[in-house]
Structure formats: structure tokens, C-alpha cells
């Protein structure tokens, strides 16, 4: 006769094989298997991320709260509709919106001289008139730089001897925080800086009013200049925005350097996640005009700098097809020295564990690294969430884990890390998940496995284009497929090491930007 497992159970007990513990394993481990089962693990990350949107997204509901339509206001009111036509992609301003716009600003502009409109001016949202006005200033100089005709020959090109590049946006840490947008416009004024050494001069714009420039970007430049003493256009060959669409600081530079034709005007593109998610990054008219003054900036460079075949794809509208377009991928900026140390960090509390790549954005979409950890049984595996995120954003992923069975103990928050320490984590870790709903370029891949350690990441073309196609990358609003994927791959890392290596060798190699950029300037120098 069969017996029944409490029966089974009660057995082994009396004859000694088993303990309390074992008697309680199997309704244990039932209840966890529930827990983490992928229905729950999706409902809870719903749950907590507004019916499917990101953790992140729900923190930046509440600090950036959506406009109400402002009567008063023609900017507001025009606002919705060109953001409407936008349908989440990057789009220049049309004839049509072109006269909107205008007329609207216009209206403004008038209401400000009338003494009895002052008070309703001053509470209108000031800075989205001036931002609405850069738009306009930038739409006519593209059409002004398109329709110019220079009947002069262009100067002698050895009497260009100058290069500048626009660092400004790189003084201030507070502008442009330390993230893969600042390192990116490192790499690129390093390389430039090294494959012109010998043969032109390197002038840096930067901004008095800002702190100092650090030393190591420093020393690549030949001389520093400001807007009020720029070398006259006629020596300069080249201007180059290495920060470009994510640059703070934008305002129009003379008009000499616009329309001298011996001036190549060269801009870094990333990508057009602002557009892609345009309801949270564009959400109130000024952030709006903000970010369509910069995608119109763009339209006015000969040369654009991108950082991948699907950002490519991006950038498509906001050019004409007279611009070149060079893909240079990006760069791991850690030091040989760096990634070769195998010290741990004092910080971190497991022997064990994985690392979760993110920001305070919410695209990074930190909560589905969270819920798909969740998974994991192993208690001696930790979670490291790597990034600036707010206080409110790691409550919300511990609430997460707690309601899928994972304490807080088994979740660590490391940042502001130095290139050291990035290294020593990256090095000791199991895993890198990185389960972001958009990515220009993705380096944390490039610096995860330089680093000796595999992926886990969202599907995304990005992350295709590196490291695809294969089962370590599954949808990013699907925590529970991405929690599959760290299981498999936490059981054979070395394997899924080697796969990742040989495909990322196929599609990245270590100094191609330097190769892209060298190309690049042998174009126009020569």
C-alpha cells in the first residue's frame, strides 16, 4: 500500500533520517516555489511599477508631474499638440508648427509689454518661453545654414591650424553627472586629442564661471579659450560637441563658425530615448522645447558622431541626407591595472553575488532586476544595485523583494564608486543584469565582460547588436523570464562567459573608436 508523504515523513522521523527541519522543508519549499512563481513575480512588479510601467517611472510621476493645459498660456496650449505629433519619436519642426510657434511666442512677447498682463506673465512658466524661443532660433539658423550659398572659396586649409571642442558641459559634475554620457564624451575628446596631436592645435571652450576642467582631460588640450576670445573661424577647421543632444549648455555659438564652410561642425548623437518616452522625459512644455531646441542643434552640424546601428536608426529624422554619419560604438574607459584587480570591496556584505545595473532614470528599470533576483534560492547570493538612485527608489525595490521572499539583507546599494572599485566589483561578481528598456550604446555590457563576467540583459536592439541573440536576453517588462535567465546562468557563468566573449568579438573590439575617429579626421584634415 502507497503510503501518503506526511506518513513518509512521520517515518523517517522515527527512524532517525529526519528532523524538524526536514519535516518542514516540503511545505517551505512549496510556499517559495508560489511565491516566486512567474504570475506573482509579474503581479507584484506591476503592482509596484504602475500597471507596467517601470519602478522609476512611478518616482518621476510624482516628481515631475504632467501640466495641466494652461488657458492663459498659447506656449502650454501649443505644447500638447506638437508633443502629440511627436508619436515618441524625434521630429524637427515643421513649416506648420514653425508659424504655430512663432505666432504663440509672439503673443507672449506682446503680452509682456502690457503693463495690466505683467502679473498673469509672471506666473506663467517663464523658463518654457525662453525655451520655446531657442527652438525658434535654432529652426531658422537650420534653414539660414541649408540655404546659404558662400560664393568665396573656402580658405586655405593649412591656415586652419585649430580645432576646438566644446568642454564645457564637462566642468561641472553637478551638469553632467559621472554616467555613460559623460564618460562617452571623454573617450571621444581623448581620441581626437590623440589622433591630432602632430597635426592641429586643440583649443577647449570652456566656461569661467564653471569649475575647473579635470587634469586628465586637461592635458590633452594645446590652449583654453571662452565664448569671448575664440580664435577667429577662419584658423579653426573643425568644432566638435562631444556631449552633444545630452549637452546642458547649447546656446548657439557665433554666427561665423555657422556659416564659414571651412568650419566643420561635428556633434555626438546617443540616442532619442527623451522622444521614445516622451510622456516622462518631456512631460511639462519647458523640458518639451528643451529637448526639440537640442534635436533642432543637431539638424546644423555636417558631421554627426553615433554611438550605434540602432541609434542610427534614431537619429534618421533629424538629418539630411548630405550629413555624414560615422558610428563609432563606445569605449570601456577602465585601466588594464583597474580590471586586473581581484581585491573585494570591504562593503559588500555576501560572499556571493550579482550586480544590477542602473540610475535614477526610469528606463534603467531597476525594479525588474529586483524581481527577477527574486528567483534565486541561494541566500549566499546577494544583489549589489549599482547606481545613483534615490532613497524612495530603494524602499520601493526593497517592497519588491519582501513581498517575493527576499530580505533586505540579501540587497546591497553601492555608488559614486572609484575606477578601482568598479573593477574589484565588477571582477568578484557572478552576474551583471542590466534590464533597462532603452540603451544608445549599453557599455555596462562592454564592461561586465571585459571584467570577466557574463550578462543578463533586456532584449533591446542595443543589447541584440552586442551580444545577440541567445536566451540571456529576454523582455525587460517581463521579470519573470529575465529571473529564468540569472537562474540558468548563475548555475555555469564560465560557460555563458565564453558564448557572450565570442559574440561581443564580433561586433566590438577594444580601440575601435579610436579607429572610427581616425577615419573621421583623415576625411576632413586631408
Excluded at 156 to 163: G, L, P, S, Y
Excluded at 418 to 438: G, R
Amino acid at each position: 500500500m502507497r503510503l501518503s508523504l506526511s506518513q513518509q515523513i512521520i517515518n523517517l522521523y522515527r527512524r532517525g533520517r529526519a528532523d524538524l527541519r526536514v519535516i518542514r522543508h516540503p511545505v517551505t519549499s512549496m510556499r517559495h516555489h508560489w511565491r516566486t512563481s512567474a504570475p506573482v513575480i509579474r503581479s507584484r512588479y506591476f503592482e509596484y511599477t504602475a500597471l507596467g510601467q517601470p519602478l522609476e517611472t512611478v518616482i518621476a510621476a510624482r516628481l515631475l508631474p504632467l501640466h495641466p493645459p494652461d488657458r492663459s498660456d498659447p506656449i502650454s496650449c501649443l505644447w500638447r499638440g506638437l508633443a502629440a505629433n511627436r508619436k515618441n519619436r524625434p521630429k524637427l519642426l515643421s513649416d506648420l508648427e514653425y508659424r504655430e510657434l512663432k505666432a504663440a511666442v509672439t503673443k507672449v512677447q506682446n503680452s509682456i509689454a502690457d503693463e495690466e498682463a505683467e502679473t498673469r506673465w509672471n506666473n506663467l512658466d517663464s523658463r518654457a518661453f525662453l525655451c520655446a524661443e531657442q527652438t525658434l532660433n535654432r529652426y531658422e539658423l537650420r534653414l539660414q545654414i541649408a540655404n546659404y550659398a558662400n560664393e568665396k572659396l573656402v580658405s586655405d586649409r593649412e591656415a586652419r591650424t585649430k580645432i576646438i571642442i566644446d568642454v564645457r558641459g564637462l566642468q561641472d559634475y553637478n551638469l553632467v553627472p559621472k554616467c555613460g554620457s559623460r564618460t562617452h564624451a571623454e573617450t571621444i575628446v581623448r581620441a581626437i586629442s590623440e589622433n591630432t596631436k602632430s597635426r592641429k592645435q586643440r583649443v577647449f571652450l570652456t566656461d569661467s564661471k564653471l569649475p575647473e576642467l579635470n587634469n586628465w582631460l586637461k592635458k590633452y588640450a594645446d590652449q583654453f579659450c571662452t565664448l569671448a576670445n575664440m580664435p577667429t573661424a577662419s584658423e579653426v577647421c573643425l568644432l566638435v560637441d562631444p556631449l552633444g543632444i545630452g549637452n546642458p549648455i547649447n546656446e548657439i555659438l557665433p554666427t561665423e563658425y555657422c556659416f564659414d564652410k571651412g568650419v566643420n561642425k561635428a556633434t555626438v548623437w546617443l540616442d532619442a530615448i527623451a522622444a521614445t518616452y516622451s510622456n516622462w522625459f518631456m512631460g511639462n512644455p519647458d523640458v518639451f522645447f528643451e529637448w526639440q531646441s537640442r534635436y533642432e542643434m543637431v539638424a546644423t552640424n555636417q558631421w554627426v558622431l553615433n554611438l550605434s546601428p540602432s541609434s542610427k536608426i534614431e537619429l534618421e529624422p533629424l538629418v539630411d541626407p548630405s550629413v555624414r554619419v560615422i558610428t563609432t560604438g563606445s569605449e570601456n574607459s577602465t585601466t588594464e591595472e583597474a580590471i586586473n584587480t581581484t581585491d573585494r570591496l570591504p562593503q559588500i556584505p555576501f560572499p556571493r553575488y550579482a550586480v544590477a545595473v542602473g540610475n535614477a532614470l526610469f528606463h534603467k528599470n531597476l525594479a525588474a532586476a529586483a524581481a527577477a533576483f527574486s528567483r534565486n534560492t541561494n541566500s549566499a547570493i546577494g544583489l549589489i544595485v549599482w547606481g545613483r538612485i534615490t532613497r524612495q527608489q530603494e524602499l520601493g525595490i526593497e517592497a519588491i523583494c519582501a513581498h517575493l521572499r527576499v530580505p533586505a539583507s540579501r540587497i546591497c546599494y553601492l555608488s559614486n564608486l572609484s575606477e578601482n572599485e568598479v573593477s574589484s566589483m565588477l571582477t568578484n561578481a557572478e552576474l551583471v543584469i542590466i534590464p533597462s528598456f532603452h540603451e544608445g550604446f549599453s557599455l555596462p555590457v562592454i564592461e561586465a565582460i571585459t571584467h570577466g563576467t557574463p550578462v543578463v540583459a533586456s532584449n533591446i536592439s542595443a543589447h541584440q547588436e552586442l551580444i545577440g541573440p541567445g536566451w540571456w536576453l529576454q523582455p525587460p517588462d517581463d521579470p519573470a523570464k529575465l529571473g529564468r535567465a540569472v537562474n540558468r546562468a548563475l548555475k555555469d557563468p564560465q560557460s555563458l562567459l565564453r558564448k557572450q566573449k565570442k559574440r561581443l568579438s564580433q561586433s566590438w573590439h577594444s580601440g575601435q573608436v579610436d579607429e572610427k575617429i581616425a577615419e573621421f579626421l583623415d576625411e576632413i584634415l586631408n
